[in-house]
């Protein structure tokens, strides 16, 4: 066969693409669109199914077959001649009171470049297949990736009926709520993936502090997250002296300050989060009897994760005791890191070359989909700039230009990879 | 006039008395039950609704005429023969997730105590009026004292309209669902109150602790409340790098500790409690950008509280700068303490002593109605003992035999100021 050769793509292609994304990204942040810019868009919510409805018209707009896998998981399809599937994309749901580029981005970057690609390029060799992935904030649920871990064939058959919500509703009902059926997850396992490439904004400062437009993202940094549970006294907060008390918030105050102290004194790229505290009963005049407190630590380092673990559990045994609270710490999420696959960073990396794109490689602090996609194949991503640094908040912003310099990379990688080469090899 | 004789009351009429009160706790913690024995009875909600028509109805099968008032506080009367209102009760809205007794009791006990006298001891010189109040806790919206607020003619005009609770309800159209006028406020200021008797458990261990059955309360400490708004920076969990954080719940944390060491560093009677914390975003995978948490502090001399203010503002302003965070401190609720009336006080000893109850004088660590009522007419409280101390909490517990001494003493109590003598003089 004939090495394909890409129709030419220069900066009238770039920016005509951004201004598609930028028209898409517009369009999609109406749904759970929040006060001061912010969208929250929980998975299975009546706005997710709005984007994702949007979503699907635009694949077939740009020529591409729409499928909806098991999960609710909407893939834009370009039919390869050959057997083998190199998948692109990132997820379509949001935290509470995030942004309108996390994951969303990502999907609308690979739908621009592979429907420019169906429209200049031709069939390709290998299938191409655009991935609005389902879930993975875990923001609604604590399912940990639920659209990545379906599409990897890693859901427990009696998680679906054990999920709940804060609402108390499961995530198999959810489901049901959108039509899908949650006996039929096991469907969503492919085995057909041959390359994954992820596009997404960095979500930190480090391309918006330089002059680099693309970061090559080589490896993903471990994630675990723990829930530590506080039980003290309850009481009234005129009558139960200060002596007496067993103050469930002011032993959670100890953890999360010793937390921070412990990220600290490890140094960068430890990082320790208590990002969500629940008190009970949570009245003014309530002594708090209970509180819920979890901690998200990240490293690149399994065992220094351990290590983390470990210290932390020592802080809870001691704040506990100190206070004379019931303290339980429950894993629920523990996430190893991964290093991406080199043949495809180097792919990346000429792509950027040729776009004429400043380029760097960096780890991800993030998680991401494609820390368990690039387990059962071939996998890389590529970061866009972050304003300020700025995510998972309402005034996250990529520019257009780097938008429209990171659709070209898409283009000109996914380009070698389904219609040059054999996937990654 | 000759002086009223009080009919026989023995160990017979204290258990049949103390029978019916049981009897009416078990049938109200039926409205706003929770897990546990727990009740949450919020003002103007369908379960305080419930409670309040049970309330007129045993107040009619008494033999009384029963009023609401503007703000939905029910009234049962037993007519005198002369002018001026011996008012006695408590409040009927509980805490979030509290106990069966905390209010309604008192409720109850001044229920058994006028329907016994006005079945047994015939028309009284001085009316007697079983005062069920609307709401003192508080716990759906920041209303301090709402209901005594209405009676002594201090709720201002636009408050109304503007207080809200957390589903941004205002409390005009929550008494309008109840088919009450906000606009009528005024008219339920009294002046025709000679006397006020709060009978209440004691919420504290000071009772249950001693072999004392009665505290006779002469005085209320103040208190106050503030909320303290902090606003950080939101962001990643995994890409906001350590040093880069402006973390809205650290600075809480350091908050809360802070509060805590200061009560501590003063000793009783100071208590300070961070009671309710909320934290913005609050996904485990975001740093906190915004918390806002309570401080409630409590002191029997209005110029100590004035210091623990100074205090917590220097505290929260040195935490803020520590952290780079945007903090406001905005005063939520400022309660001075009351002095009660001595001649009541002696009056309840004398009761006391009568029914050969051991009893103590002590303050009141909590807030009570009382507080407001007593500055428009001379008042005093008595307590019951809460079993282990407990209160504002499900297994809050007063013993039958405590509950029909006190019922005995405000009979005896009563029956001094308004059929023996003119009110509290």
């Known amino acids: 066969m004939a090495t394909a050769v890409l129709p030419r793509f220069g900066t009238d292609e770039r920016a005509a693409l951004a201004g598609e994304a930028v028209r898409m990204i517009t369009s999609l942040r109406r749904h759970g669109a929040t006060a001061g810019g912010g969208v929250t868009r929980l998975v299975y919510s009546p706005e997710w199914q709005a984007a ?10 740009g020529g591409l077959e729409v499928r909806v896998d098991a999960v609710g998981t909407r893939l834009g399809r370009l039919q390869g001649r050959q057997a ?7 997820h379509v749901d949001s935290v509470v009171t995030g942004g309108a580029y996390d ?3 990502g999907v609308v970057m690979a739908g621009c470049a592979v429907r420019w690609l169906a429209a200049n390029a031709g069939r390709p060799a290998l299938s ?3 991935f609005a992935n389902c879930e993975e904030e875990s923001s609604r649920f604590a399912c940990n990736f639920w659209g990545a871990r379906a599409l990897t064939g890693r859901i427990g058959p009696a998680e679906p009926e054990k999920l709940l919500d804060a609402s108390g509703t499961t995530i198999a009902d959810a489901m049901r709520l959108c039509g899908l059926d949650p006996g039929a997850i096991a469907e969503a396992k492919r085995d057909d ?6 596009p997404h904004i960095e979500q930190g400062p480090v391309l918006a502090r330089s002059d680099d437009v693309i970061a090559v993202v080589d490896r993903i940094v471990g994630v675990r997250v723990v829930t530590v549970t506080l039980e003290g006294v309850a009481g009234h907060a005129g009558t139960m002296p200060m002596a007496a008390r067993h103050d469930a918030l002011l032993a959670a105050s100890e953890v999360a300050l010793g937390a ?4 600290r004194r490890l140094g960068a790229p430890a990082v320790a989060t208590v990002g969500s505290l629940e008190v009970q009963p949570g009245g003014f005049n309530q002594v708090p009897g209970r509180t819920r407190l979890t901690i998200d630590f990240r490293h690149t380092e399994e065992s220094t994760l351990d290590a983390i673990d470990e210290e932390l559990r020592t802080l809870v045994r001691r704040v506990a005791e100190g206070r004379g609270v019931q303290a339980r710490i429950d894993t629920r999420l523990g996430q190893p890191g991964i290093r991406f696959d080199e043949g495809i960073c180097k792919r990346l ?3 950027c070359d040729e776009a004429g794109l400043e380029w760097r490689r960096m780890p991800s602090h993030a998680g ?4 368990l996609i690039g387990t059962v194949c071939p996998a890389a991503m590529l970061f866009v700039p972050s304003q300020g640094g700025h995510s998972h908040r309402p005034d996250e912003l990529t520019l257009p230009e780097h938008i429209g310099g990171g659709i070209e990379v898409m283009v000109r990688t996914l380009f070698a990879l389904a219609y040059q080469g054999n996937g990654a090899r």
Chains 1, 2 share one sequence.
Request: glycine fraction near 8%.
């Open 128 to 130: 191409l297949e655009v």
């Open 103 to 105: 994951g969303i981005l």
């Open 193 to 198: 993936l041959v390359a994954y490439l992820e």
């Open 368 to 371: 991401h989909d494609a820390q």
């Open 52 to 61: 994702m409805a949007e979503l699907e018209a635009w694949f077939r707009s």
């Open 260 to 263: 921070e102290e412990i990220a």
């Open 349 to 351: 990396e000429n792509a």
């Open 84 to 90: 083998g599937v190199v998948l692109t994309g990132s």
